[in-house]
């Protein structure tokens, strides 16, 4: 059975104008490549309210999962939860249980439960909430989408709450050769065993060291067996790479 | 005028694997906001035909431009060119032009000029040459769509070629305030302040440092007037901003 497909979706315009490099995507990406997720598409979008509900809308149909990162923090630019819930047609409110969790906890900080902080108990009816343990303040999943906070190690947190429930496949393995030589001068090698190895993807990335050309060749695949049988291949054509 | 708009359209299975940081995105936000060009989306997709035809249909239909970054390579695994090519209904193959760029800097340097080499003068018919001065090989851009390579340092050589023939429009104007206290404790009054402003973009970015809850107030906008008596006001409401 193939794996399932994901997409992430970064929301914030801090990414758009330059401000921050995006890092949340490839965290997500190697976790998602470890749990045996294909992850098809990311996508960063600029907030939004329109722009954020047609992304849901389109990459939760394309994929099995969609998970978002970002905008669902206490100030007025965190649209995402309203986004959210529109996207899949839900009401929106203030939620008991989203409420209490942070109740407790601010409470047992001495912080005070203000308007803004409450903005983040608003929860889409029908939502499982996602633990957050950095902050208490939840994220939550809707159908198939995975909605988590932006702040990176808020945000890991919650993956690790939210991956482990979900069916995975096999995990993607990768083996990479190292070669000192321009990628084309590989090129008619290495693409002659792509097509000889189908259910082997086969990646090729130049890189310049101290001014010489040198580029890593890349074999990934679900199964363990045919990627290190089309690695021994690839060694066998190639002897000189580490 | 309202600024024109863009999307960058990132191309390679390494980003989606995990394998690598996507870094050529940030980069080309940054510039853009210096150019006047709001960009609007960020996508990665993998090294799938289908899929980047349908991408590049797709972001340029939708905005003033698209950038690409990847795939237009010597290897089987560079797919870009003929995918941007069915995208815009053109014909593609080696062209004289790219040709002869590619045969003169590899005269220059005593390298074998082979068929890998070669694909790298694949260019869709009408298409204009994008200089590369790091290794020669040139992008291109046709309609709207500007198609550069995913090596970083050539990615930007190619920004900085194309970038200038474009037109853009006012610069982005980015001012912040660093705040020592928590985004929920300002929630409230930069909100109220976001909603009097209508013209200039707020976003707020908490941090932590040292085990202490920090804010950055981000305000942005395209008149530095505006963006200037905005922040005033801001910095009256919260007079501890430094």
Not at 59 to 75: D, K, N, Q, R, V
Not at 236 to 242: H, N, Q, S, V
Request: with cysteine; glycine share 10%.
């Amino acid at each position: 059975m193939p794996n399932p497909t994901a997409a992430v979706l970064i929301i914030g315009d801090e990414i758009l104008t330059g401000r921050t490099r995006e890092g949340n995507g490839h965290y997500l990406a190697g976790e998602l490549a470890k749990a045996g997720i294909d992850l098809r598409e990311l996508r960063v979008v600029g907030d939004d309210h329109a722009t954020i509900v047609a992304a849901v809308r389109a990459l939760s149909a394309a994929y099995h999962h969609l998970f978002t990162s970002g905008g669902i923090g206490p100030t007025h630019d965190d649209i995402t939860a309203d986004a959210v819930a529109e996207a899949f047609g839900a009401s929106i409110g203030v939620r008991e249980d989203a409420r209490s969790l942070l109740a407790a906890y601010y409470a047992a900080r001495g912080v005070e439960f203000n308007a803004a902080r409450l903005r983040m108990a608003r929860i889409p009816a029908g939502a499982r909430l996602i633990e957050n343990p950095v902050s208490a303040a939840p994220g939550f999943s809707i159908g198939n989408c995975h909605v988590m906070a932006g702040v990176p190690n808020i945000f890991q947190a919650m993956v690790a709450s939210v991956l482990p429930q979900l069916v995975g496949g096999a995990p993607l393995v990768t083996q990479s050769l190292r070669v000192m030589r321009p990628e084309a001068a590989l090129a008619e090698a290495f693409g002659a065993l792509a097509a000889e190895w189908p259910d082997v993807a086969m990646g090729s990335y130049p890189f310049v060291q101290e001014g010489a050309f040198g580029t890593n060749l890349v074999v990934r695949g679900t199964d363990p067996a045919r990627v290190a049988a089309a690695m021994a291949a690839l060694r066998r054509l190639i002897p000189e790479g580490e």
